[in-house]
T-cell receptor, first 116, second 108 residues
Framework: NAGVTQTPKFQVLKTGQSMTLQCAQD?????MSWYRQDPGMGLRLIHY???????DQGEVPNGYNVSRSTTEDFPLRLLSAAPSQTSVYFC???????????????FGPGTRLTVT | EDKVVQSPLSLVVHEGDTVTLNCSYE??????LLWYKQEKKAPTFLFML????IEKKSGRLSSILDKKELFSILNITATQTGDSAIYLC????????FGQGTRLTINP
């Protein structure tokens, strides 16, 4: 099992450019989520999904879109990158029941994004 | 809205000391509280606590939950330089929300 994979590992964007961060998991987890982590900070929830076709906003959703067309994949789209989106992005997945997950999350290795 | 607050935000101690990290939470439907350790990369799971007053232990690390007072503590005894990391606690069942983390530095 590969677990949770993320691509790319590093990315530099210019202000205004768009891009998609990829996340995939092979554990058949219904629950997936995206976090950003700024220097010296904890993880802040951007968006999450409780299953294919269902997504919802987290704590800091502005400037990001997500979709969940399959159980395995949960891409994060930056529509028009801004310097404030410079951060490390983590994707995570976990087992869930009825749309709720109080279980351990498995994290991808992260994507380090710099917006100039 | 569900909220998690950790304290202290930063802690520097000497090797061999014992440390206590705090996590308090406000949540509408409690399910569990989880602790993670983050070194240079992604967080790794330490403990999941669901019942009040029951200590979870792994080596020099232990954690306990108080559901009445809405907090949890993580204890590390006989600290080593390898314990230097950010320690995160997580709450929630639908929106999985983390605290700001405690950055622990162990000096030799």
């Amino acid at each position: 099992n590969a677990g949770v994979t993320q691509t790319p590992k590093f990315q530099v964007l210019k202000t205004g450019q768009s891009m998609t961060l990829q996340c995939a998991q092979d554990m058949n987890h219904e629950y997936m989520s995206w976090y950003r982590q700024d220097p010296g900070m904890g993880l802040r929830l951007i968006h999450y999904s409780v299953g294919a076709g269902i997504t919802d906003q987290g704590e800091v959703p502005n400037g990001y879109n997500v979709s969940r067309s399959t159980t395995e994949d949960f891409p994060l789209r930056l529509l028009s990158a801004a310097p404030s989106q410079t951060s490390v992005y983590f994707c995570a997945s976990s087992y869930s029941r009825a749309g709720r997950s109080s279980y351990e999350q498995y994290f991808g290795p992260g994507t380090r994004l710099t917006v100039t | 809205e569900d909220k998690v607050v950790q304290s202290p935000l930063s802690l520097v101690v000497h090797e061999g000391d014992t440390v206590t990290l705090n996590c308090s939470y406000e949540v509408t439907n409690f399910r569990s509280l989880l602790w993670y350790k983050q070194e240079k990369k992604a967080p790794t799971f330490l403990f999941m606590l669901t019942s009040s007053g029951i200590e979870k232990k792994s080596g020099r690390l232990s954690s306990i939950l108080d559901k009445k007072e809405l907090f949890s503590i993580l204890n590390i005894t006989a600290t080593q330089t390898g314990d230097s990391a950010i320690y995160l606690c997580r709450q929630g069942a639908q929106k999985l929300v983390f605290g700001q983390g405690t950055r622990l530095t162990i000096n030799p």
